[in-house]
């Protein structure tokens, strides 16, 4: 790999880390917040459509926020590969990973052909 493409996918990597730290904390001032509400004054006035409302409303910042969680995961091991110089090869064959698929998921693991097989096998799973 050219050490330029590098460059730029280090870069891309670090702007999305960025971002979903962003995200994180964002969900966890709403959740605060939210938090803050039910044990405030409303606290006494619930109604059980309330509850429902809230429960889907808390439930879709903790789907959000471990989606980013598991997301920033892959993105930081993708940078400390980078750093030990393993950045770039898939994790299970050991193959260059396609460039094109590097500038769209910038922190794949694997090479296309791994990454198919790997799915078709979760989907068995499931
Ligand atoms: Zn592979």
Redesign the pocket.
Known sequence: MHEKTLKQLKKKLIQEKERLLKILKKNEQKLKEDIFDKTGDRKFSYHLADMATDEGFLEEISIRASHAHRRLKEVEEALARIEREEYGF??????N?EVSRLRAVPYAK??????EEIERKSGFIS
């Open positions: 898939c994790l299970k064959c050991a193959k990973i694997y090479c296309i052909k791994c990454q």
